[in-house]
């Protein structure tokens, strides 16, 4: 998951995820009424393989291995607070998002110029045409390198030409991006 999914898995939740594999699991178990065996079954892994995990036994009591760790938290992730994404994404799309950025930005330029890249942090209002295009991106299986472009000619166009009041022809394209994080809301 590259850095621009991150930040917007980021923006849709309001609580963090558990963070610990015992609370993912009990997360899980309340999410699947209690039942083991449902549990197994999304996790693909036996009923009695769960209830070791959850056991208050000390002795009887097994930690899952690296690959049920990551199918946990993929399962926790997949059902962690759906309501609540489903209005943060409506909200983006309809009224746009704050995009904050630190990325290198310049022209081509000899070395030592005032035009030379540099690291800038960006902080921009996006309008809700680019939230509904990279959310069909990402829905789509888009890479990080199609919806960097697609927030890259977004900022052109915001941050670097002001919606076509200056710079015209400029070219915007991020080459490093260090951070990226959103705000809906």
């Known amino acids: 998951m590259g850095q621009i999914e991150q930040g917007l898995e980021r923006s849709m939740r309001t609580r963090p995820v558990p963070s610990s594999t015992e609370a993912r699991l009990r997360f899980l178990l309340a999410s699947h009424g209690g039942s083991t065996r449902r549990v197994a079954t999304v996790l693909g892994v036996s009923q009695r393989t769960v209830q070791r995990w959850v056991t208050k036994k000390p002795r009887a009591r097994r930690p899952p291995g690296p690959p049920q760790v990551r199918a946990i938290e993929e399962a926790v992730l997949a059902r962690w607070q ?88 400029l070219y915007v394209a991020f080459s490093d991006i260090e951070f990226a994080d959103f705000s809906i809301g």
Not at 92 to 113: C, L
Not at 127 to 142: I, K, Q, S, T, Y
């Open 82 to 169: 759906p309501r609540v994404q489903a209005r943060r994404r409506a909200q983006a799309e309809a009224e746009g998002f704050v995009f904050h950025t630190r990325a290198r930005f310049g022209f081509a330029a000899p070395a030592g110029s005032s035009d030379d890249p540099r690291v800038r942090w960006i902080t921009q209002d996006l309008p809700g045409e680019v939230a509904r295009e990279l959310f069909a991106a990402r829905d789509a299986g888009a890479g990080e390198q199609q919806q960097t472009a697609i927030l890259a000619r977004a900022l052109g166009h915001a941050y670097f030409r002001e919606w076509g009041r200056r710079a015209h022809g």
